[in-house]
């Protein structure tokens, strides 16, 4: 399947980092998360990304420049896998829906395509995914994830603490954790640039009951400020390919 990422946000919360680059292209270790992204894909055999820039496109297009350049497209070896590359500038000011609405030309008819944002990394297993999506035939499916819980997790009994971690995950509760599967279909309830994604498009095909979700229990991390970037730095540190690992 193709897949879309969408890397064209401000990242206003990262302050500093993003005042010269945009989010996607934060390094995690030696690379930017952008390349991170990549990989995960890579590993379940999805070479074919269409990448939507916007605020400091050129940032990404400079980062492919040594790469073979055929219009829009940028064909690179990325470890030793051979990788087809599109750059789109999506618009400065174009929302999520916007960005994603304009690649309906590369699909055909009928085509399932997957797309997540620029900021997240998981563990998962996309092969299970893409299967889950075509045995339900839905309009679109989404990955559900456990939130990060924003502080640490005690449990007491009789006044000691019988478990004590710092800032797991949370069992209970499930949010939009990207790595989307979608049919072409889809990108018709997507009106204009400034359609925001999570808005319309989605409470739309709610309503239609048209929306899956996908439940994954492993690892994923959104990286929306420093912090985030400094955890998973650590993580990286200890093994260059945690993420990939299921």
């Known amino acids: 399947m193709k897949v879309i990422i969408l890397a064209g946000g401000l990242g206003t919360r990262f302050g500093e980092y993003t005042k010269s680059i945009p989010k996607p292209m934060i390094k995690i270790g030696k690379h930017p998360m952008l390349i991170h992204i990549m990989k995960i894909y890579m590993k379940w055999g999805h070479k074919n990304f269409y990448l939507a820039v916007g605020y400091k496109g ?8 040594n790469f073979r350049k055929n219009g829009e497209e940028f064909d690179f070896n990325l470890s030793k896998k051979n990788c087809k590359v599109t750059i789109l500038d999506t618009g400065l000011k174009s929302m999520t829906g916007g960005r994603l609405k304009k690649f309906k030309r590369f699909l055909s008819k009928n085509e399932n395509f997957m797309f997540t944002y620029g900021d997240g990394l998981a563990n998962i297993i996309l092969q299970k995914l893409k299967n889950f999506h075509l045995k339900h035939k839905n309009l679109i499916t989404v990955t559900a994830v456990h939130p990060p819980a ?6 007491i009994f009789n006044k000691r603490v019988k478990f004590f971690k710092e800032k797991p995950q ?21 009106k204009k640039d400034s359609t925001i994604l999570e808005k319309e498009p989605l409470e739309l095909v709610t309503k239609k009951k048209q929306l899956f979700a996908y439940k994954h229990s492993g690892f994923w991390k959104c990286v929306d400020t420093k912090r985030d970037k400094d955890e998973l730095d650590a993580l990286i540190k200890k093994s260059q390919k945690f993420y990939l690992k299921t």
Do not use: D, H, S, T
């Not at 924003?150 to 449990?155: A, C, K």
């Open 58 to 65: 050129e940032k990404i297009k400079e980062y492919f420049k």
């Open 150 to 155: 924003r502080f640490g997790e005690l449990i």
């Open 170 to 190: 949370v069992k209970e509760g499930w949010i939009n954790g990207g790595f989307f599967i979608a049919k072409k279909e889809f990108l018709n309830l997507i």
